[in-house]
Protein backbone atom coordinates (compact mmCIF):
# COMPACT_ATOMS: atom_id res chain seq x y z
CA UNK A 1 0.00 0.00 0.00
CA UNK A 2 1.36 3.70 -1.33
CA UNK A 3 2.32 5.91 1.72
CA UNK A 4 1.93 9.77 0.84
CA UNK A 5 5.10 11.21 0.20
CA UNK A 6 5.70 14.94 1.37
CA UNK A 7 8.14 15.50 -1.92
CA UNK A 8 4.88 14.97 -4.41
CA UNK A 9 4.16 18.47 -4.57
CA UNK A 10 7.49 19.92 -5.19
CA UNK A 11 8.47 17.13 -7.85
CA UNK A 12 4.93 18.03 -9.36
CA UNK A 13 5.88 21.12 -9.62
CA UNK A 14 9.18 20.91 -10.78
CA UNK A 15 8.19 18.47 -13.58
CA UNK A 16 6.16 21.14 -15.09
CA UNK A 17 9.69 23.10 -15.52
CA UNK A 18 11.78 20.24 -16.28
CA UNK A 19 12.21 17.64 -19.52
CA UNK A 20 14.00 15.53 -17.44
CA UNK A 21 13.73 14.51 -13.59
CA UNK A 22 16.26 12.41 -11.48
CA UNK A 23 15.22 11.26 -8.40
CA UNK A 24 17.93 10.09 -6.49
CA UNK A 25 18.87 8.49 -3.46
CA UNK A 26 19.88 5.13 -1.46
CA UNK A 27 18.17 1.96 -2.16
CA UNK A 28 15.03 0.87 -0.21
CA UNK A 29 14.22 4.54 0.08
CA UNK A 30 11.01 4.10 -2.33
CA UNK A 31 11.92 5.99 -5.42
CA UNK A 32 10.50 3.01 -7.78
CA UNK A 33 7.79 3.47 -5.87
CA UNK A 34 7.30 6.97 -5.51
CA UNK A 35 7.35 7.61 -9.32
CA UNK A 36 4.96 5.06 -10.42
CA UNK A 37 2.49 6.13 -7.89
CA UNK A 38 3.00 9.41 -9.88
CA UNK A 39 2.96 8.53 -13.21
CA UNK A 40 -0.04 8.80 -15.71
CA UNK A 41 -1.48 6.49 -17.80
CA UNK A 42 0.34 7.09 -21.06
CA UNK A 43 3.80 6.83 -19.25
CA UNK A 44 5.99 3.93 -20.07
CA UNK A 45 8.24 2.27 -17.35
CA UNK A 46 11.41 1.11 -18.28
CA UNK A 47 13.58 -1.08 -15.82
CA UNK A 48 17.38 -1.29 -16.28
CA UNK A 49 17.00 -4.32 -13.78
CA UNK A 50 15.48 -6.74 -16.44
CA UNK A 51 18.51 -8.19 -18.07
CA UNK A 52 17.33 -8.15 -21.28
CA UNK A 53 16.58 -4.45 -21.53
CA UNK A 54 19.94 -3.40 -20.01
CA UNK A 55 21.79 -5.26 -22.74
CA UNK A 56 19.63 -3.49 -25.49
CA UNK A 57 20.62 0.24 -23.49
CA UNK A 58 23.97 -0.68 -23.82
CA UNK A 59 24.09 -2.36 -27.22
CA UNK A 60 22.11 0.22 -28.88
CA UNK A 61 20.69 2.76 -27.13
CA UNK A 62 18.71 4.64 -30.19
CA UNK A 63 16.75 1.34 -30.81
CA UNK A 64 15.63 0.71 -27.11
CA UNK A 65 14.50 4.60 -27.96
CA UNK A 66 12.40 3.89 -30.83
CA UNK A 67 10.91 1.11 -28.71
CA UNK A 68 10.47 2.99 -25.33
CA UNK A 69 8.92 6.45 -26.32
CA UNK A 70 8.31 9.43 -23.94
CA UNK A 71 6.73 9.96 -21.55
CA UNK A 72 9.04 7.29 -19.92
CA UNK A 73 9.92 6.63 -16.60
CA UNK A 74 13.58 4.87 -16.73
CA UNK A 75 14.05 2.99 -13.54
CA UNK A 76 17.98 2.85 -12.17
CA UNK A 77 19.72 4.75 -15.11
CA UNK A 78 23.48 4.03 -13.66
CA UNK A 79 23.51 1.06 -15.13
CA UNK A 80 23.52 2.29 -18.83
CA UNK A 81 25.21 6.46 -18.29
CA UNK A 82 25.66 5.67 -22.63
CA UNK A 83 21.29 6.70 -22.30
CA UNK A 84 22.09 9.98 -21.70
CA UNK A 85 22.94 11.66 -24.69
CA UNK A 86 19.94 10.10 -26.37
CA UNK A 87 18.29 11.49 -23.76
CA UNK A 88 19.72 14.54 -24.21
CA UNK A 89 18.84 14.62 -27.98
CA UNK A 90 15.20 13.64 -27.52
CA UNK A 91 14.48 16.16 -25.50
CA UNK A 92 16.63 19.09 -27.29
CA UNK A 93 14.17 18.00 -30.09
CA UNK A 94 10.88 18.53 -28.60
CA UNK A 95 11.55 20.73 -25.30
CA UNK A 96 8.63 19.46 -23.46
CA UNK A 97 8.66 19.26 -19.66
CA UNK A 98 8.13 16.05 -17.97
CA UNK A 99 9.30 13.85 -20.84
CA UNK A 100 11.90 11.62 -18.95
CA UNK A 101 11.77 10.56 -14.86
CA UNK A 102 14.79 8.83 -13.82
CA UNK A 103 15.67 7.08 -10.63
CA UNK A 104 19.50 6.34 -10.03
CA UNK A 105 21.12 5.39 -6.46
CA UNK A 106 25.05 5.42 -7.28
CA UNK A 107 24.98 8.79 -7.40
CA UNK A 108 28.97 8.98 -7.26
CA UNK A 109 29.14 8.04 -11.25
CA UNK A 110 26.00 8.96 -12.09
CA UNK A 111 26.48 12.93 -11.45
CA UNK A 112 29.03 13.42 -13.25
CA UNK A 113 27.31 12.08 -16.36
CA UNK A 114 24.19 14.05 -15.74
CA UNK A 115 26.39 17.19 -15.10
CA UNK A 116 27.71 16.40 -18.63
CA UNK A 117 24.83 15.35 -20.61
CA UNK A 118 21.74 16.76 -19.30
CA UNK A 119 23.08 20.57 -17.89
CA UNK A 120 20.16 22.78 -17.72
CA UNK A 121 17.90 19.81 -18.87
CA UNK A 122 17.56 18.09 -15.47
CA UNK A 123 16.04 18.57 -11.91
CA UNK A 124 17.35 16.84 -9.34
CA UNK A 125 15.59 15.98 -6.40
CA UNK A 126 16.64 13.61 -3.52
CA UNK A 127 14.64 11.57 -1.63
CA UNK A 128 15.26 9.96 2.09
CA UNK A 129 13.58 7.74 3.99
CA UNK A 130 10.00 8.38 5.59
CA UNK A 131 10.04 10.75 7.54
CA UNK A 132 8.15 10.60 10.86
CA UNK A 133 5.36 12.45 9.34
CA UNK A 134 5.12 10.03 6.52
CA UNK A 135 5.19 6.90 8.64
CA UNK A 136 1.97 8.49 10.73
CA UNK A 137 0.40 8.85 7.04
CA UNK A 138 -0.13 12.88 7.14
CA UNK A 139 -1.46 13.75 3.96
CA UNK A 140 -1.46 17.54 4.24
CA UNK A 141 1.55 20.41 3.86
CA UNK A 142 4.26 19.91 6.32
CA UNK A 143 6.47 23.12 6.20
CA UNK A 144 9.99 22.84 6.59
CA UNK A 145 10.77 22.40 10.23
CA UNK A 146 11.55 26.04 11.80
CA UNK A 147 11.69 27.03 15.46
CA UNK A 148 9.03 29.93 15.59
CA UNK A 149 6.37 28.64 18.33
CA UNK A 150 3.28 28.90 16.13
CA UNK A 151 4.37 26.46 13.41
CA UNK A 152 5.93 24.24 16.60
CA UNK A 153 2.25 24.16 17.90
CA UNK A 154 0.83 23.45 14.59
CA UNK A 155 3.17 20.36 14.34
CA UNK A 156 1.90 19.22 17.85
CA UNK A 157 -1.46 19.54 17.07
CA UNK A 158 -1.50 17.93 14.05
CA UNK A 159 1.40 15.10 15.04
CA UNK A 160 0.98 12.02 17.01
CA UNK A 161 2.42 11.96 20.58
CA UNK A 162 4.95 9.25 21.51
CA UNK A 163 6.02 7.70 24.88
CA UNK A 164 10.01 7.13 25.47
CA UNK A 165 9.39 3.30 24.45
CA UNK A 166 7.26 4.16 21.05
CA UNK A 167 9.82 6.69 20.14
CA UNK A 168 12.47 4.27 20.85
CA UNK A 169 11.03 1.69 18.57
CA UNK A 170 10.06 4.12 15.60
CA UNK A 171 14.00 4.90 15.57
CA UNK A 172 15.39 1.49 16.53
CA UNK A 173 13.38 0.18 13.38
CA UNK A 174 14.68 2.84 11.13
CA UNK A 175 12.89 4.64 8.40
CA UNK A 176 13.01 2.30 5.19
CA UNK A 177 9.56 2.10 3.33
CA UNK A 178 9.85 -1.75 3.57
CA UNK A 179 10.71 -2.35 7.54
CA UNK A 180 8.87 0.96 8.93
CA UNK A 181 5.50 -0.24 7.64
CA UNK A 182 5.54 -3.90 7.89
CA UNK A 183 5.83 -4.30 11.55
CA UNK A 184 6.07 -7.80 11.24
CA UNK A 185 9.30 -7.80 9.05
CA UNK A 186 12.73 -9.39 10.80
CA UNK A 187 14.98 -6.32 12.04
CA UNK A 188 18.00 -8.17 11.72
CA UNK A 189 17.11 -10.01 8.48
CA UNK A 190 16.19 -6.91 6.64
CA UNK A 191 19.26 -5.09 7.67
CA UNK A 192 21.54 -7.94 6.63
CA UNK A 193 20.41 -8.43 3.53
CA UNK A 194 20.54 -4.49 2.84
CA UNK A 195 24.39 -4.31 3.84
CA UNK A 196 25.20 -7.60 1.80
CA UNK A 197 23.23 -6.32 -1.30
CA UNK A 198 24.24 -2.80 -0.58
CA UNK A 199 28.53 -4.27 -0.70
CA UNK A 200 27.65 -6.72 -3.62
CA UNK A 201 25.59 -3.78 -5.90
CA UNK A 202 26.94 -0.32 -5.13
CA UNK A 203 30.44 -0.03 -3.59
CA UNK A 204 32.10 -2.79 -4.72
CA UNK A 205 31.51 -1.30 -8.16
CA UNK A 206 31.87 2.83 -6.76
CA UNK A 207 35.08 1.74 -4.38
CA UNK A 208 36.73 -1.29 -5.63
CA UNK A 209 36.56 -3.43 -2.31
CA UNK A 210 38.86 -6.00 -1.76
CA UNK A 211 38.31 -6.71 1.34
CA UNK A 212 34.08 -6.70 2.16
CA UNK A 213 35.04 -7.48 5.76
CA UNK A 214 37.44 -4.06 6.02
CA UNK A 215 34.28 -2.18 4.36
CA UNK A 216 32.06 -3.89 6.90
CA UNK A 217 34.27 -2.57 9.81
CA UNK A 218 34.40 0.80 8.16
CA UNK A 219 30.40 0.94 8.16
CA UNK A 220 30.19 0.00 12.06
CA UNK A 221 33.29 2.40 12.68
CA UNK A 222 31.02 5.14 10.89
CA UNK A 223 27.48 3.87 12.95
CA UNK A 224 29.31 3.78 16.02
CA UNK A 225 30.17 7.57 15.77
CA UNK A 226 26.99 8.89 14.43
CA UNK A 227 26.48 12.28 16.06
CA UNK A 228 30.18 12.61 16.46
CA UNK A 229 32.72 14.73 15.07
CA UNK A 230 34.60 13.25 12.15
CA UNK A 231 37.36 11.67 12.81
CA UNK A 232 38.99 9.41 9.65
CA UNK A 233 41.78 8.85 11.08
CA UNK A 234 40.07 6.44 13.86
CA UNK A 235 37.82 5.18 11.52
CA UNK A 236 40.32 4.30 9.27
CA UNK A 237 42.26 2.68 12.25
CA UNK A 238 39.19 0.18 13.41
CA UNK A 239 38.98 -0.89 10.03
CA UNK A 240 42.53 -1.66 9.39
CA UNK A 241 42.72 0.42 6.20
CA UNK A 242 44.94 3.34 5.12
CA UNK A 243 43.13 7.02 6.10
CA UNK A 244 43.12 7.71 2.17
CA UNK A 245 40.75 4.37 1.79
CA UNK A 246 38.97 5.78 4.50
CA UNK A 247 38.55 9.09 2.98
CA UNK A 248 37.30 7.64 -0.46
CA UNK A 249 35.11 5.31 1.10
CA UNK A 250 33.21 7.85 2.99
CA UNK A 251 32.68 9.82 0.36
CA UNK A 252 31.04 6.81 -1.33
CA UNK A 253 28.58 6.66 1.41
CA UNK A 254 27.71 10.49 1.37
CA UNK A 255 27.28 10.93 -1.97
CA UNK A 256 25.17 7.32 -2.16
CA UNK A 257 22.97 8.58 0.76
CA UNK A 258 24.24 6.84 3.55
CA UNK A 259 25.92 9.17 5.74
CA UNK A 260 25.45 12.88 6.68
CA UNK A 261 27.96 15.62 6.95
CA UNK A 262 26.89 18.50 8.93
CA UNK A 263 29.41 20.82 8.30
CA UNK A 264 30.33 23.84 11.18
CA UNK A 265 29.24 26.94 11.16
CA UNK A 266 31.99 29.29 10.67
CA UNK A 267 32.64 33.31 10.46
CA UNK A 268 35.86 34.81 10.04
CA UNK A 269 35.10 36.84 13.14
CA UNK A 270 36.88 34.01 15.10
CA UNK A 271 39.23 32.04 14.14
CA UNK A 272 38.45 29.46 17.14
CA UNK A 273 36.09 26.92 16.11
CA UNK A 274 36.48 23.18 15.46
CA UNK A 275 36.48 23.08 11.95
CA UNK A 276 35.59 19.26 11.41
CA UNK A 277 31.88 18.28 10.15
CA UNK A 278 29.74 15.93 12.23
CA UNK A 279 28.65 12.32 11.03
CA UNK A 280 25.13 11.32 11.09
CA UNK A 281 23.38 8.05 9.18
CA UNK A 282 21.01 8.83 7.58
CA UNK A 283 18.60 5.47 8.77
CA UNK A 284 18.78 5.17 12.78
CA UNK A 285 17.76 1.63 11.87
CA UNK A 286 20.93 1.00 9.70
CA UNK A 287 22.94 2.38 12.20
CA UNK A 288 21.15 0.49 15.22
CA UNK A 289 21.75 -2.87 12.95
CA UNK A 290 25.51 -2.01 12.77
CA UNK A 291 26.30 -1.44 16.30
CA UNK A 292 24.36 -4.39 17.20
CA UNK A 293 21.36 -2.93 19.10
CA UNK A 294 19.26 -5.87 19.50
CA UNK A 295 15.68 -4.37 20.72
CA UNK A 296 14.34 -0.96 21.35
CA UNK A 297 14.40 -1.21 25.05
CA UNK A 298 18.64 -2.34 25.05
CA UNK A 299 18.62 1.27 22.70
CA UNK A 300 17.14 2.84 24.99
CA UNK A 301 19.16 2.10 27.94
CA UNK A 302 21.92 1.70 26.22
CA UNK A 303 25.30 3.91 25.94
CA UNK A 304 24.36 5.23 22.40
CA UNK A 305 20.97 6.41 23.60
CA UNK A 306 21.26 9.76 23.73
CA UNK A 307 23.37 9.53 19.85
CA UNK A 308 21.16 8.07 18.49
CA UNK A 309 18.63 10.39 19.57
CA UNK A 310 20.28 13.68 18.51
CA UNK A 311 20.90 11.41 14.99
CA UNK A 312 16.82 10.47 14.21
CA UNK A 313 16.19 14.48 15.38
CA UNK A 314 18.75 15.60 12.73
CA UNK A 315 17.81 13.50 10.06
CA UNK A 316 14.10 14.66 10.36
CA UNK A 317 15.25 17.58 10.21
CA UNK A 318 17.22 17.07 7.15
CA UNK A 319 13.92 15.59 5.51
CA UNK A 320 12.10 17.97 6.11
CA UNK A 321 13.63 20.73 3.90
CA UNK A 322 15.44 17.70 1.19
CA UNK A 323 11.33 16.58 0.37
CA UNK A 324 10.38 20.49 0.26
CA UNK A 325 13.16 20.67 -2.54
CA UNK A 326 15.10 22.23 -0.32
CA UNK A 327 18.93 22.56 1.15
CA UNK A 328 18.80 21.80 4.94
CA UNK A 329 20.48 25.29 6.32
CA UNK A 330 22.23 23.45 9.09
CA UNK A 331 25.27 23.63 11.06
CA UNK A 332 26.53 22.84 14.51
CA UNK A 333 28.61 25.01 16.89
CA UNK A 334 31.53 23.74 18.76
CA UNK A 335 34.92 25.93 19.70
CA UNK A 336 38.17 25.09 21.58
CA UNK A 337 36.97 25.69 24.52
CA UNK A 338 34.03 22.89 24.20
CA UNK A 339 31.25 25.12 24.08
CA UNK A 340 28.66 23.13 21.71
CA UNK A 341 25.81 24.05 20.11
CA UNK A 342 23.80 20.76 18.46
CA UNK A 343 22.21 22.48 15.53
CA UNK A 344 22.17 25.93 14.30
CA UNK A 345 19.40 26.71 11.94
CA UNK A 346 21.03 29.73 9.44
CA UNK A 347 18.34 31.72 7.70
CA UNK A 348 18.29 35.09 5.71
CA UNK A 349 21.82 35.78 8.58
CA UNK A 350 19.58 35.14 11.30
CA UNK A 351 20.74 32.31 13.72
CA UNK A 352 18.15 29.85 15.37
CA UNK A 353 20.48 27.67 18.07
CA UNK A 354 18.65 23.98 19.26
CA UNK A 355 19.59 21.83 21.75
CA UNK A 356 18.31 17.84 21.80
CA UNK A 357 18.49 16.63 25.14
CA UNK A 358 17.12 12.99 26.06
CA UNK A 359 15.56 14.32 28.73
CA UNK A 360 11.87 15.50 30.12
CA UNK A 361 13.40 17.79 32.76
CA UNK A 362 15.12 20.18 30.50
CA UNK A 363 17.04 23.24 32.42
CA UNK A 364 18.03 26.56 31.15
CA UNK A 365 21.36 25.77 31.89
CA UNK A 366 21.23 23.76 29.18
CA UNK A 367 21.31 26.62 26.30
CA UNK A 368 23.69 28.35 28.46
CA UNK A 369 26.31 28.32 25.62
CA UNK A 370 23.71 30.40 23.25
CA UNK A 371 25.35 33.11 24.62
CA UNK A 372 28.76 32.71 22.65
CA UNK A 373 26.79 33.42 19.21
CA UNK A 374 26.78 37.12 20.27
CA UNK A 375 30.46 36.98 19.00
CA UNK A 376 29.57 36.59 15.36
CA UNK A 377 27.17 39.91 15.54
CA UNK A 378 24.63 38.30 13.65
CA UNK A 379 21.06 38.43 15.00
CA UNK A 380 20.12 35.32 17.06
CA UNK A 381 16.29 34.37 17.42
CA UNK A 382 14.49 31.67 19.14
CA UNK A 383 16.14 28.81 19.79
CA UNK A 384 14.97 25.86 21.99
CA UNK A 385 15.73 22.65 23.59
CA UNK A 386 14.25 19.82 21.96
CA UNK A 387 13.44 16.94 24.50
CA UNK A 388 11.19 14.37 26.00
CA UNK A 389 8.67 16.94 27.56
CA UNK A 390 5.03 16.45 25.83
CA UNK A 391 4.65 20.99 25.92
CA UNK A 392 5.93 23.97 24.33
CA UNK A 393 6.34 26.11 26.99
CA UNK A 394 9.07 29.14 27.25
CA UNK A 395 12.17 28.81 29.15
CA UNK A 396 12.59 32.78 28.14
CA UNK A 397 11.51 35.13 25.49
CA UNK A 398 13.96 33.77 22.89
CA UNK A 399 14.43 29.88 24.46
CA UNK A 400 11.27 27.29 24.06
CA UNK A 401 11.44 23.68 25.50
CA UNK A 402 10.27 21.63 21.92
CA UNK A 403 8.87 18.06 22.30
CA UNK A 404 10.23 15.78 19.82
CA UNK A 405 6.88 14.89 18.09
CA UNK A 406 7.03 18.78 16.83
CA UNK A 407 10.14 17.65 14.69
Known amino acids: MYRYRTLESFFLSANKQFPVLLVTGTRQVGKTT ?13 TLDDPLILELAKRDPALLFQRFTPPLLIDEIQYAPRLLPYIKMMVDNSGQPGMVWLTGSQQFHLMHGISESLAG ?4 VNLLGFSKWEQEGFQDEIQPFFPESTLLQKRLENGKQYALHDLYRLIWRGSFPAIALNTELDHNLFFSSYVQTYLQRDVRDLARVGDEMSFLRFLRAAAARTGQLLNLSEMARDADINPITAKNWLSILQTSGVVYLLEPFYSNVTKRLIKSPKLYILDTGLCCYLTQWSSPETLEAGAMSGAILETWVVTEII ?10 PLYYYRDRDKKEIDILIDRDGILYPLEIKKTANPKKDDVRHFKVLERFKKPVRQGGIICLYDKLIPVDENVWIIPVSAV
Open 34 to 46: FLKHLCERERTYV
Open 121 to 124: RVGI
Open 319 to 328: KSYNHAGRRA
